[in-house]
Every structure is written in structure tokens, then in C-alpha cells.
């Protein structure tokens, strides 16, 4: 029986937390019967230790990594390679530009039928020198070229990638879905501050793109605000330097990794800085938590702000839209 399942592999640069190693974990894990997936990662993380719990099989290539070396990155071609030819699968599923790039090429000399590129938000879109982004926007041009089907996770990524030479036609929008929530109390962090104050609270990786600065900066002009910032990071320094700083120890708060279910509802306003999204799971939990919003409308945002019918960010018609592609 195991024989005649055909083999899905899903390749990720980091295999940390964040929005595409979510996105590979739920469609992992919720495949129909017919198909059995694999993950193929380069930086080890907690995503590695979840399917791991599912029961699902991973493969490490050690020399992957996100910033551009060509020694690396030609090793980590060949581990693709390598790791294709091994698996044999019938998709090969690509998340994240550096593994999406390597992995697109690499398919396509092995001579998968089905090579499937999630955009988690077009890269070209950050705030780079305009040669970085040429750069960046040809190479996300060529992955999508060696691909057989792009899924863009917005429709305005999907803009994008419909005005891509010989793009168009194979480009979709679908996108990232969620199952309905169950809410703790969020007392953490309504504990870690006096009573009755107003919370802000924000959640995501502590990096630049996500901007947790920008809600520093405002707390330190504005005296009557709080602000929680929920996640761990390559920022995360930074910020703390920035807080002792402004002497905003009492008023904004660091509190590492927690799951957002257990913490939005300790918020009276979700806020969203952003500099870059594709279509962020955070901000459809914080819809779903009945939360004002307070957010930058970049890539997606805007559609899940003005939505009116949630029925389309189910993870249900995700997955079903997706291996609907598969076949």
C-alpha cells in the first residue's frame, strides 16, 4: 500500500518557527491518504522536532542556508540533488526563495513532473538597493520560470507575479488558511503590567522586515502606551538595547516565543508593523479573536483586514485547493 503513495517533498531553507514553516507543517500533516510527504530542510529548528512528533520523515542539507555563498550554495544543489533522486518524488514543493531557487533547478535536472513554488510574499518586495532587488527579482523570476505552478498566498502577489514574463498563465492564488481557535486568557500578559492599562501587543519573528521597532519608537513618544511584543529573533538585542535606552522597561515588554493563541487575548489592540508580508497567519488568528487591528497594508494584509467572509482563510480549502495542484 505504502508503495503506490506518491511522494510529496517539501523543501524549506529554515526549519524554525515563522509563516512558511507553518504553512509546510499544515500541508504536511494534513495530506489525504494517497500522498506521503517529506521535508527537506537546511537550518534545524522547532519545525524538524513537530513533524517529527507527526511522524513524518525529514531530510537535513546542511549547507542550506538563507544569505547567498556560492561554495554553499553549490553544495547544497548537489545535496538537493542527491536528496530528490533518493526520495523520488511525484511533487516536489518549494517554500522559501534560497531553497525554492536551488530546488527549482534541481527538480527540473531530475525530471520531476510537479514542481509546485509557494511565494510566501515575493522577496524583491523589501527595502534593499535597487541592484539587490534586480538581482533578487530575477532570481525569483527564474524559480517561478522552472516551476510548473506558482501559488502566490495573495492576490496582490499574485499581481506581481502575473506581470513576470511566461508567469501568468501558470500562477494562483491561494490562500493560507487556519483552523478556528481556541483562546486562552492571555493572563501572562495581562499579568506582566498594572491593571486596566490599554495593551498593544504584537506578534512575529523579531526581525527587521516585521519592524517591532517601529512599536518602541511610538511607546517612547507616547507615555500612556503599553506594548507586549510576543516572539524571538535575530533582533532581538536591538530591541532590548532600544527599551533600556528610552528607560521603557515598565511600559514595553519582550516575552520570547508563545503560541498566539495563548497570549491575543491579553491584548486590547494587535498591531502589525510590517515592512513586508506575504499573507500572515498571526493577523487571521488576531481576526479571529474579535482584536482591533492596527497594521501596515503590505502584501496581503489589507485582504484579510477587509474581509468579510473568513470561509477562504480556512486551512480546509488550503489544503484541498493545493493538492488539487498535486494531481
Not at 70 to 88: E, M, P, Q, Y
Request: proline share 4%; with cysteine; net charge positive.
Amino acid at each position: 500500500m505504502n508503495q503506490a503513495r506518491k511522494k510529496v517533498l517539501y523543501l524549506i531553507t529554515k526549519a524554525t518557527r515563522g509563516g512558511a514553516q507553518r504553512y509546510v507543517y499544515d500541508l504536511a500533516t494534513n495530506l489525504p491518504d494517497d500522498f506521503e510527504p517529506v521535508v527537506a530542510y537546511g537550518q534545524r529548528g522547532a519545525l524538524v522536532d513537530r513533524l517529527g512528533s507527526a511522524h513524518i520523515e525529514t531530510r537535513e542539507i546542511p549547507s542550506l542556508g538563507r544569505d547567498i555563498a556560492l561554495v554553499s550554495d553549490i553544495a547544497s544543489l548537489f545535496r538537493i540533488l542527491a536528496c530528490i533522486r533518493d526520495v523520488r518524488p511525484a511533487v516536489v514543493h518549494l517554500n522559501s526563495s534560497k531553497a525554492a531557487a536551488l530546488g527549482a533547478l534541481a527538480a527540473r535536472l531530475c525530471g520531476v513532473r510537479h514542481i509546485v513554488f509557494t511565494a510566501h510574499g515575493w522577496p524583491f518586495g523589501e527595502k534593499r538597493n535597487i541592484l539587490a532587488r534586480m538581482f533578487i527579482w530575477n532570481i525569483s523570476w527564474l524559480t517561478a520560470l522552472l516551476s510548473h505552478r506558482v501559488i502566490c498566498v495573495s492576490e496582490y502577489d499574485l499581481r506581481l507575479a502575473q506581470r513576470m514574463p511566461l508567469i501568468s498563465g501558470k500562477a494562483i492564488r491561494i490562500y493560507n488558511g487556519v483552523r478556528p481557535s481556541v483562546f486562552g486568557s492571555g493572563a501572562i500578559i495581562r499579568s506582566a503590567f498594572p491593571g486596566e492599562v490599554h495593551i498593544t501587543g504584537t506578534i512575529g519573528e523579531l526581525t527587521r522586515n516585521k519592524n517591532q521597532i517601529a512599536l518602541v519608537e511610538q511607546a517612547h513618544k507616547n507615555p500612556d502606551m503599553r506594548v507586549a511584543i510576543v516572539g524571538e529573533g535575530e533582533d532581538r538585542a536591538m530591541l532590548e538595547r532600544r527599551i533600556r535606552e528610552y528607560s521603557l522597561q515598565d511600559r514595553v515588554k519582550l516575552f520570547g516565543y508563545m503560541p498566539a493563541e495563548e497570549v491575543l487575548k491579553g491584548f486590547d489592540v494587535f498591531a502589525l508593523p510590517s515592512l513586508k508580508e506575504g499573507l500572515p497567519y498571526v493577523l487571521l488568528e488576531a481576526k479571529q479573536a474579535g482584536l482591533p487591528i492596527v497594521a501596515n497594508r503590505v502584501g496581503g494584509v489589507g485582504e484579510i483586514v477587509d474581509a468579510n467572509d473568513m470561509h477562504e482563510f480556512s486551512l480546509e480549502q488550503m489544503v484541498e485547493k493545493t493538492v488539487a495542484l498535486y494531481r
